[in-house]
């Protein structure tokens, strides 16, 4: 065998070892669902919820506002406003805590965590994380709801205010 053939067999090896490595990597980074929460618990709702908006599922997303938000915030007006300039589903959503209120509402926080990938001239990944907690209520049929509006949406419907020209001069 020549010293070629030995170094084309070597490279070979090593391609075949890099193929592996990516199988696995890919196998182990890919977008696994985890355990749904009940959903009748408040975790369940916003776990629901944020799933709803990784799978740009607005109108599901949108069924765990109250009624009383969905009464003062049409549909189209939150779809509107729910668009985020990044993918979601590149993001980490981790539960951190759950809080029962006295009132019988209760609190849920996540930690968001984003990371980008790296750009053309920056190599290095981007990564970007946040807490971010939801208030939720119980309705009259029992399920839990977000009594206020929640994350990307803070304000719904946006305000709009008719700016009206200054008076003419007087001469």
């Given at each position: 065998m020549t010293s070629s053939n030995k170094w084309l067999i070597g490279m070979g090896g090593a391609l075949g070892v890099l193929v592996l490595i990516a199988v696995v990597a890919a196998v182990l980074t890919s977008n696994t669902r985890p355990d749904l929460?009940?959903?009748?618990?408040?975790?369940?709702?916003?776990?629901?919820?944020?799933?709803?908006?990784?799978?740009?599922?607005?109108?599901m997303a949108y069924t765990y506002l109250s009624s009383d938000l969905q009464e003062s915030c049409a549909l189209s007006d939150w779809q509107w406003q729910a668009r985020l300039p990044y993918r979601l589903d590149e993001s980490q959503v981790l539960l951190k805590e759950v809080i029962?209120?006295?009132?019988?509402?209760?609190?849920?926080?996540?930690?968001?965590?984003?990371?980008?990938?790296?750009?053309?001239?920056?190599?290095?990944?981007?990564?970007?994380?946040?807490d971010q907690s939801f208030r939720l209520e119980t309705q009259d049929d029992g399920a839990w709801r977000f009594s206020q509006m929640p994350w990307p949406v803070f304000r719904c419907p946006i305000e709009t205010r008719i700016i009206e020209p200054p008076p003419a001069p007087v001469r």
């Open positions: 929460r009940p959903e009748d618990t408040p975790e369940g709702v916003v776990q629901r919820y944020v799933q709803a908006l990784m799978d740009n599922d607005m109108d029962d209120y006295a009132d019988g509402d209760a609190g849920v926080t996540v930690t968001i965590t984003r990371i980008r990938g790296p750009e053309p001239f920056d190599l290095t990944p981007q990564v970007s994380s946040f």
